[in-house]
């Protein structure tokens, strides 16, 4: 399943240097409503700004949506915690960040993979 994480140009910028993706945790209310986690949501970088911020914020928050990064992340490890989003448990990897330059594997399946990304 392809999923899209949106975010501002600065910490976009930091996840590519660093090549490391982290979660979110329960340090603010809103970083982890569903528990701790990678938050994703299936709306491509097409959707019009409006429908993401109605989505996955519930109000404008444009210095979220300056860029993008595009995952293929096998449903079955997926959380559809609301339309739209969807959550990635901390369990899932054994490891607390997701690295842009690696393949996770189970057994020989691919279940996650960083593909792209991008200016919205």
Known sequence: MIVYYYTSK?????????KEFRPSY???VVDASYGEGWYFT???PT??????YSHLWYQPMPKLVER????????????????HVYRLSLN??????IRLNMEYLLGNQVIIKFIMGGQK
């Open 10 to 18: 600065s910490e976009y910028d930091q996840i590519i240097r660093t």
């Open 26 to 28: 329960f340090l603010k």
């Open 68 to 83: 993008f990064l595009a995952f293929d992340i096998n449903p079955n490890f997926l959380q559809n915690v609301r339309p």
């Open 92 to 97: 899932v990897l054994r490891e607390p960040v």
């Open 42 to 44: 299936d709306l491509s």
């Open 47 to 52: 959707t019009p700004n409006a429908v993401l």
